[in-house]
Nanobody, 123 residues
Framework: VQLQASGGGLVQAGGSLRLSCAAS????????IGWFRQAPGREREAVSY???????YYADSVKGRFTISRDNAKNTVYLQMNSLKPEDTAVYYC??????????????????WGQGTQVTVSS
């Protein structure tokens, strides 16, 4: 069972990146997938979540700028990040679990975690 996050990089403020979270060893479609991020010296925070049934949720800080989606045929979830800001700089992690929708932001409710991908936004 493995999750592989990729797509991070260095981008200027206002730019875009698309992160991917690919699963192996299990069906991603059977799980809700969350994206979390952690900046140096800060706690891990929830960014977005997509239910197995395609319902989506976003942190207020990214609402309107980020879009989460899934392609179950490719066993992959994406996080499209537009209008990036320097404060979006962090290591981004994807995680698989079955949290109830009202608790999607609780990292303790996820079973599997990817290794993280670095996103750096320059001003």
């Amino acid at each position: 069972v493995q999750l592989q996050a990729s797509g991070g990089g260095l981008v200027q403020a206002g730019g875009s990146l698309r992160l991917s979270c690919a699963a192996s060893g299990f069906r991603l479609g059977d799980y809700g997938i969350g994206w979390f991020r952690q900046a140096p010296g800060r706690e891990r925070e929830a960014v977005s979540y997509i239910r197995s049934g395609h319902g989506t949720y976003y942190a207020d800080s990214v609402k309107g700028r980020f879009t989460i989606s899934r392609d179950n045929a490719k066993n992959t979830v994406y996080l499209q990040m537009n209008s990036l800001k320097p404060e979006d700089t962090a290591v981004y992690y994807c995680a698989a679990g079955r949290p109830i929708s009202s608790a999607w932001f609780s990292s303790s409710l996820y079973y599997y975690w990817g290794q993280g991908t670095q996103v750096t936004v320059s001003s």
